[in-house]
């Protein structure tokens, strides 16, 4: 069974930095694609960055693009999202999820089997 634990977040000022953790227990770590994904309150949860099984490839949305960055460490079945630049927009509950299929770096959440249970991220203005 994959279990995702998120770490990371917390309260900053806008243009502060944060990096958000989230490591995979019960499973060979590259064999999953990793994502991030953003719910704010009221709002539909969204795609942020995502990075294929070897760290080869990434993909983000563009409202993070040049802000955010996504990576992996296999060898600590751990996958990071570094965010510079914080704006309060990007205040939400953050969430990791694994992908079955290791090769690709997918934005729909149709495609990501299992969730974290979410890491606060407050930008205050």
């Known amino acids: 069974q994959v279990h995702l634990v998120e770490s990371g977040g917390g309260l900053v000022q806008t243009g502060d930095s944060l990096r958000l953790s989230c490591v995979l227990s019960?499973?060979?770590?590259?064999?999953?694609?990793m994502g991030w994904f953003r719910q704010a309150p009221g709002k539909g949860r969204e795609f942020v960055a995502a990075?294929?099984?070897?760290?080869?490839?990434?993909y983000y949305a563009d409202s993070v693009k040049g802000r955010f960055t996504i990576s992996r460490i296999n060898a600590k079945k751990t996958v990071y999202l570094q965010m510079n630049n914080l704006k309060p927009e990007d205040t939400a509950t953050y969430y990791c999820a694994a992908d079955r299929t290791p090769w690709d770096a997918r934005i729909g959440i149709e495609h990501y089997d299992w969730w974290g249970q979410g890491t606060q991220v407050t930008v205050s203005s």
């Open positions: 019960g499973a060979t770590f590259g064999y999953y694609a």
């Open positions: 990075i294929n099984g070897s760290g080869i490839s990434t």
